[in-house]
Structures are given as structure tokens and as C-alpha cells.
């Protein structure tokens, strides 16, 4: 008769194709991303990062009141705290910028007034708090380990621009481009940090608890760390005449190339062509390595030697994801190498906040099964005799 443990059919490796959760949020397929049955593509070209932060809270676009009404909130959040400055200060002398922004934004749940409170209303006023308050700490942490004071948010400014000027981004087109960025990074359906989100929620923890431990699933280089990676990889390549014998050596040792492949996406990811357009834009006026270049040889070059490597691995390649030009585009901007995947961050916690209210509002914990593999039957040896 089979045992217990035999009769458990274990799920593919990583989950792949495992629908987990239902959602009403998003929508990913290949070559389609659709945010509450809105296309990317038009929200990406029209919309304003606010519109689209509202978008996913609450389900539907809003009105022209709403919108004003939701960036007066936001406006009203931006400032830090003198507690949150304090200890972004003390993070910021030897912290990455990930470390820096998930430790503030985890130590802001002891201050927030509704902390601990799951219920819809408290946990969307959070949000509009989280999302007020990330630019703030992310640009602050920039100033800082430069030995510059914070600049205080500007209430005349939009979300995109009122980041790219307390960041002390000069380049004309920073607004614009970061507004878009951010609205591409928006949200993501259940991807890792999502996920992670999702489970923590489904425990009724709070926001804040949630939020921090999907911090800790974006940092990985194979979800949004893969931002910082790709600029260490084309740092490392360093012209457009290494990249044959740099690929040629990463195949050789099964190198993942950051900003290649994804669970999802098999032949193209939709937010990959409004990044690339971006960063080829923005390299003409750019004084230092020829990034870009870099990157389109990459591109043609790992193509080029798809028959060299596993069927899987191939496969794999065949797609850009939206990390590999995001690392450019803001390099181009002006933000230093190692703050790509904050950005990130700084775009995703809407998404994060809407799937976390989605999770509380038709809640069970999430409690998958193993499938033991490890030894039976052993017997305990006391420590004399061992
Ligand atoms: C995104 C990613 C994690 C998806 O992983 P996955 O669906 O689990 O794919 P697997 O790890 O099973 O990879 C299958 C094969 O492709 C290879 N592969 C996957 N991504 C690769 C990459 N970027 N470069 C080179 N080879 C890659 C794997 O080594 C594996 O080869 P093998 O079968 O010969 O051992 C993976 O493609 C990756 O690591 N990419 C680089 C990091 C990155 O850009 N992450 C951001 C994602 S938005």
C-alpha cells in the first residue's frame, strides 16, 4: 500500500505553471501585460504614475476629483518623520540602497497610526502612505552617502518629478522617463516579491510586515536585483569589442546573463520596447561608455550562439525582460549603477499594496506541502555516545 508521502504529487520545480491565486489586479501572458484590463502599452504612453497607483488600489481609473484628491494625499505623505530621518541617516553610512529602503520602510510601521489594522480602509491609507514616502528615503539615501542634506519634497511637483528633483537629477527628460519606468514596474501579477507579499498577508500580518519581506524577494538577482546586475555585467564588458569573448566565456561557465529570460514571458516582455527605445534615446547624450552599444551586441551576440547552448537555456534567452534596458535608461538619467532595483522598488509597491489588500479582503492562509525526501527510521544516539 502507498505510504502517505508517496501518494503526494509534488508540483513542478519553482512552481512553474502553477496557478497559485486568483486576482482581479493584473494580468500576464507572453507579450501581454493588462493592469485591471488596461494594456500597458497605453498606460505607459498616457497615464500619470499616480493615475496608475490609484488604478490598482481601488480597480478603475479615476475621475478628474479622484485624481486630485489621491495626489493631495500623497503630496501630504512624502515627508519623513525626524525618527524615519534619523535612522535612514545612521543606515545610510555603510547600507546598499535596498537595505537602506526596506529598513525604513519596515521601521515605519511603529510609527504608523493604523498599524496592525487589516481593514480596507486603514490598509489602503497605508498604502498611499508607502507610496508617498519610498521616493522620499530612496532620494534622501542618494543625497546622503554623497555627504548631501535630504532636499524636501516639492508640493508642486508630480510623483516622477518631485523624485527626480529631491534626487538631484538634472537631466531634462528625468520626470518624464522615471514617470514611465515607474508605471512599467508598477505591477506584475504573482512574481516572486509579489508572492512573497501574498504569503505573508495570508498570515494576517500587516502591511508593513508584508511589504518588508517582499523587499527581501526583489533584492535576488533573479527577480529585481537583476537591474544592479546588469549594470555590473556591462560595467564588466566595458566596450562594445568585449562582448564575443565575454559571452562566449559565460556560456562556457553557464552564466545568467542579467536582464535574459523569464518565467512568463517566452517570445517578447512588453515593457522591454519602451525601455530600450529609452536607453538608445538617451546614449546620444551620453558622455561615458557606450552602454547601449554594449547591450544591442550583447543581444545579437548570446543569438547568435543559442545553438551552443541547452534546448532550456536556448529558450531562455530568446527574451530581453524589463530589467536590461531599466538598468541603462536610469544610468543614463544619472542614478549610480547600484540603484536600479530600488527604483524598482519604488514603482512595485503599488502593485505589492494592492495584492495585499486583494489577499485580506478573501483571506486563507497560504500553506503549501513538501515532499519529504530526507532519511527514515534513524535512531536518536545520546551525545556520550556519539
Ligand atoms: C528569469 C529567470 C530567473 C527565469 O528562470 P527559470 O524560468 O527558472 O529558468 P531556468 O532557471 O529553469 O533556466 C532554464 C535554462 O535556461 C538557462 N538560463 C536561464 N536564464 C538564463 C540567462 N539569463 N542567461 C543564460 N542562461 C539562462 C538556465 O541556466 C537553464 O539552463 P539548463 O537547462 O541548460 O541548465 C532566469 O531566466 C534568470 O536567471 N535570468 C537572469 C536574471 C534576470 O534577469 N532576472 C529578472 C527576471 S524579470
Known sequence: ?????????????????????????????????????YPIEQLAAKADYEEVAYLLLNGDLPTR????????ELIKHRALSPFL???LQEASENGTPMDVLRTVVSASATEDPAEGDNSREAEYQKSVRLTAKMPTILAAYMRRRKGQQPVPPDASLGHAANFARMAGLEHPRAAEILNVCFILQAEHGLNASTFTAR????TNADIHAAVTAAFGALKGPLHGGATDGTMKMLEEIGSPD??????????????????????VYKTEDPRAKFLRNFARELQKDWKGP???????????????????????????????????????????????????????????????????MEQHGDNRLIRPESEYTGPVGKRYIPIAER
Open 1 to 37: 500500500m502507498a505510504t502517505e508521502s508517496q501518494q503526494k504529487t509534488p508540483s513542478p520545480r519553482g512552481l512553474e505553471g502553477v496557478v497559485a491565486a486568483q486576482t482581479a489586479i493584473c494580468k500576464v501572458e507572453d507579450n501581454l501585460l493588462v493592469y485591471r484590463g
Open 65 to 72: 476629483d479622484q485624481l486630485r484628491d489621491f495626489k493631495a
Open 85 to 87: 530621518r534619523n535612522i
Open 199 to 202: 504569503i505573508v498577508a495570508a
Open 242 to 263: 568585449h562582448v564575443d569573448s565575454f559571452v562566449e566565456k559565460g556560456i562556457e561557465r553557464k552564466f545568467l546573463f542579467p536582464g535574459f529570460g523569464h518565467r
Open 290 to 356: 557606450r552602454y547601449f552599444d554594449i547591450q544591442e551586441k550583447l543581444v545579437d551576440a548570446i543569438a547568435a550562439r543559442r545553438p551552443k547552448m541547452s534546448p532550456a537555456a536556448a529558450a531562455k534567452v530568446n527574451v530581453v525582460n524589463v530589467d536590461f534596458f531599466a538598468a541603462t535608461t536610469y544610468t543614463f538619467l544619472g542614478i549610480p549603477a547600484d540603484l536600479g532595483t530600488s527604483i524598482f522598488a519604488v514603482g512595485r509597491i503599488a502593485g505589492w499594496s494592492a495584492h495585499i
